[in-house]
């Protein structure tokens, strides 16, 4: 999104300290495999398959911050006389953190540990420890003498509040906001708390969409939460709710003003899968989601944000750059699956220098927004690309193939969906229950939505996560992507080798298996003197095959690039690159000069981020004409400015953008 923000240094001279609830994160991968039945009770047993532990809560968000190149970390919270409490203290040892503030309370306290339980993907029910705990006051006292004598070390400190019955109580409340008062400006102070959002002030407040809302209506109902000082470990509120109406709360841009206008401070408003908003004082800032075409994990993405935002604001990035680098690094968090989710450097700087964004992500959701040219199917996302072009054609055209001039390999989300299961399932394949396989189903339906556009060889690499996710294909019997790849092809050639074979035999025209219009478009493209580039994500030589078969092969005279099959990149996206390298070969391409038509995402990407004008084509394959409602969402979201469901309406789009009067 922003241009200006820097790419994280190796290291930093910055100083970060972490108050907070230190939790302790264990996980257990079970398994039927090699379970008995116990002799003492008769019970079946659940054989551990593979197990880790990992930090969550303020000591997750510590390591972050170490692993973002803070120099030094310090920790303060309180662990347990217990063995939890020694793992915790060697976790924060290999990782550098300070623990001169993690003091051990040895009584009416338990290190909080979160017991976690997988099997076959699914988490079952959690187990926790530390519910219980009453922190003291002299253990409060001491925590804050310690915080309070190294307070001038620190940029930024930030107060992590987690668990309900921890150590946040009214004691802590009052000595911590008075410190705050005291370094108000010298420090930055940021907090990310569960329900304590209203009570520490003067801090920079990172909430996400729930919490926000909770507060919103608590607030306006009057059922604050409050510290009760009889039990200072607890938040009670006032009156019960099991849970609260989206449709009382406002949209998100008027709930943050809300929350600034309440707390008088900077507010940054995370929401999901869709972003972050970021109120300064001064204006308004909305920093678009990541798309993420691999499984995810969300556990752990909110102390990857935090940390990415203290790391950010201690290096002097202002907010709203900060908030990027804290999206960026919870972007990295969510890919790593079954942990809390560390982002290193490497990974955070590979997202900032090429990041996929979701935009416009309520229309997409939302077929009510649509806006369409009077009397037409021409979806208008951008107004503001109207009459771009000066009445002529643009000099240089991209046009991806399948799906936006050919339909001949139309239904392959079927043949992969269908090879993918199979391969899944293994050997159990025929005798799977029903349900089973349509949880599987499931998990491959969400794979094939998510990579659409992309190559082959990366959607197999995803599909090898997910055999080995399923207890059904040994180890030593995976096969590689490449393999799974070639089945897949064999698969897909025998599907249209039937159509191939009646068209060379004449049973079938050439305007049964493209897209309405598009043919009689592209001559008229060529007749004009536009140079016409097709870039696919099928192998180069089986796109040039087809559209030699076609016919239409020798009107792309800049060129037919497809996928050579190295997984280090995405074909289509360097294809396109490469592309837009050579239309711009002096670096002053101007909208007016080139346009892209697509039915996938990442050709409507390249093209946002290059800043030319991008048609997505929401085709119906089968009909060859008309709109496919299924493909809407994912173009806007990738940055379409136009839809158009086949070529039949260009007259009208080229009224429309300028191109013809």
């Known amino acids: 999104m922003s241009e200006t923000l820097k790419l994280l240094p190796d290291d930093t001279d910055i100083a970060i300290a972490v108050l907070g609830d230190v939790c302790l994160d264990l996980y257990y991968f079970i398994t039927q495999d090699y379970a008995e039945y116990s002799v003492e009770t008769g019970l079946k047993t659940r054989t551990v398959q593979n197990f880790s532990h990992e930090l969550g809560g303020a000591g997750n968000v510590a390591v972050n911050c170490r692993r973002l190149g803070a120099r030094k970390v310090d920790v303060y919270g309180i662990i347990g006389d217990d063995p939890y409490g020694e793992m915790v203290r060697r976790i924060f040892a290999a990782e550098a953190v300070g623990t001169k503030g993690l003091l051990v309370q040895n009584d009416q306290w338990a290190t909080h540990v979160y017991h976690k339980v997988y099997h076959d993907g699914v988490e079952l029910p959690r187990y926790d420890i530390g519910n219980f705990n009453l922190p003291q006051d002299r253990i409060i006292d001491e925590l804050m003498e310690e915080l309070s004598s190294h307070i001038s070390q620190y940029q930024v400190v930030i107060i992590n509040e987690q668990v309900l019955h921890g150590m946040h109580g009214s004691r802590l409340l009052k000595r911590l906001n008075a410190l705050i008062e005291q370094y108000a400006d010298s420090i930055i102070w940021l907090t990310d708390c569960r329900k304590m959002n209203d009570l520490y002030r003067n801090t920079i407040r990172k909430l996400n969409l729930y919490e926000a809302r909770e507060l919103y209506q608590s607030m306006t109902a009057g059922t604050a939460w409050q510290l009760q000082p009889s039990s200072p470990q607890e938040l009670t509120p006032q009156s019960s709710r099991e849970s609260f109406s989206e449709a009382s709360v406002p949209s998100p841009d008027k709930l943050i003003q809300w929350l600034h206008d309440r707390w008088k401070r900077p507010v940054v408003l995370t929401l999901g899968k869709e972003g972050v908003l970021v109120h300064d004082g001064r ?379």
């Not at 939302?366 to 208008?380: F, K, M, N, P």
């Not at 294909?473 to 009646?502: G, S």
């Not at 996928?563 to 280090?568: D, M, P, Q, V």
């Not at 101007?590 to 050709?603: A, K, L, S, Y």
């Open 283 to 661: 204006k308004l800032t909305a920093i678009p989601g990541l798309h993420i075409i691999q499984q995810i994990d969300t556990v752990g993405a909110g102390d990857a944000f935090i940390a990415g935002l203290a790391v950010g604001c201690g290096n002097g990035a202002a907010l709203p750059q900060a908030c990027e680098l804290g999206n960026f690094s919870a972007g990295v968090s969510i890919q790593q699956l079954y942990q809390t989710g560390h982002p290193s450097i490497n990974a955070v700087n590979a997202l900032i220098k090429d990041p996929d964004y979701r935009y416009n992500p309520s229309i997409a959701d939302d077929i009510r927004y649509a806006q369409y040219l009077h009397g037409t199917d021409i979806e208008i996302i951008s107004p503001e690309r109207k009459g771009v072009y000066p009445n002529r054609f643009p000099e240089s055209v991209i046009f991806d193939h399948d799906g936006t001039i050919s339909t001949l390999r139309y239904g392959w989300e079927s043949v992969m969906r269908e090879m993918m299961i199979e391969s899944i399932a293994g050997k159990d394949f025929s005798t799977l229950p029903v349900e089973k396989l349509a949880q599987i189903a499931v998990q491959v339906d969400e794979l094939i939505e998510k990579t659409t556009g992309v190559q082959t060889l990366i959607q197999m690499y995803e599909l090898v996560k997910l055999i080995r996710h399923h207890p059904f294909v040994p180890a030593e019997d995976i096969l590689k992507p490449a393999e799974y790849k070639e089945i897949y092809n064999r698969r897909l050639l025998d599907h249209i080798a039937v159509k191939v074979e009646r068209i060379q035999s004449g049973h079938l025209s050439v305007a049964d298996v493209t897209l309405k219009g598009v043919v009689a478009f592209l001559h008229k493209l060529h007749n004009s003197g536009t140079r016409l580039y097709m870039a696919s994500g099928t192998d180069e030589a089986d796109v040039i095959k087809e559209a030699e078969l076609l016919g239409y092969a020798e009107l792309f005279n800049g060129g037919i690039f497809g996928s050579t099959g190295n997984i280090s990149t995405d074909p289509k996206r360097e294809v396109i690159r490469r592309i837009l390298e050579t239309v711009d070969h002096d670096g002053t391409l101007r909208p007016d000069q080139c346009i892209m038509f697509g039915d996938g995402p990442v050709e409507i990407r390249e093209a946002k981020k290059h800043g030319i004008p991008a048609v997505g084509l929401v085709s119906d394959e089968l009909q060859r004409y008309g709109i496919n409602k299924k493909k809407r969402s994912r173009l806007v979201l990738a940055g379409a400015d136009i839809l158009i469901p086949d070529f039949s309406w260009i007259p009208e789009l080229g009224s429309w953008i300028g191109w013809s009067r």
